[in-house]
């Protein structure tokens, strides 16, 4: 069963995260293994400085994983050092996903 990681944050410096979101992603692109298949970003329309990034996985366990590597885990020091407070984690089973049009 895929599942999805919702991580919501507060930041100022988005521009920062997406600089190493791609520089990583270009470092785990030759990751043997698994690791994240899509990702989306959401931006609050109320509170500007909120966003939610949902991370897809194959599944929980590839996700449990992905977590315990140490590349993984500068990753989110580094990204966590750009937010605003703390960030609230959500792990979700992905029961259904369509396109709708």
Known sequence: MKFVQI???ETERL???EQLLEEAGQRF???AGGG???RMLLKDRDN???YLALIEFESYDEAMRNSDDPETSRLAEQLGALCLGER?????DLLDARDLK
Do not use: G, K, Q, S
């Not at 609230?88 to 979700?92: G, I, Q």
């Open 15 to 17: 521009d920062e995260m």
């Open 48 to 50: 500007p400085r909120r």
């Open 88 to 92: 609230v984690y959500t792990n979700c």
């Open 7 to 9: 991580i919501d944050f």
């Open 29 to 31: 692109a030759d990751r």
């Open 36 to 38: 994240p298949t899509h």
